[in-house]
């Protein structure tokens, strides 16, 4: 399994992005998808989960500023991302926690897209 994310580039304060990380391979089902950042010096942090029954959780310093999706059938993971800010400046990461089988789970993490905002 692969997790392709696209979406990222350059934004000026108070912009807005839409990331998006779509999973190839054979997956028996989805648990959890996620995105995660990782700003220079920094340690990588959550930004927002989904579960497959679409309930969410989500970083306080996102305070209502970025919104979740997925489409299970497309096997995809969304991060609408709006009034951003410098701080947000960071590599984003998509997570998927999949099974094979229904006894077996995995996690897979994209290959990284960078977001910078930046006037």
């Known amino acids: 399994v692969q997790l392709v994310e696209s979406g990222g580039g350059l934004v000026q304060p108070g912009g807005s992005l839409r990331l998006s990380c779509a999973a190839t391979?054979?997956?028996?089902?989805?648990?959890?998808m996620g995105w995660y950042r990782q700003a220079p010096g920094k340690e990588r942090e959550l930004v927002a989960t989904i579960t497959n029954r679409g309930v969410t959780n989500y970083a306080d310093f996102v305070k209502g500023r970025f919104t979740i999706s997925s489409d299970l059938a497309k096997k995809t993971v969304y991060l609408q991302m709006n009034s951003l800010e410098p701080e947000d400046t960071a590599v984003y990461y998509c997570?998927?926690?999949?099974?094979?089988?229904?006894?077996?789970?995995?996690?897979?993490w994209g290959q990284g897209t960078q977001v910078t905002v930046s006037s």
């Open positions: 391979g054979s997956i028996f089902s989805i648990d959890v």
């Open positions: 997570k998927l926690n999949w099974r094979p089988t229904l006894i077996s789970l995995y996690d897979t």
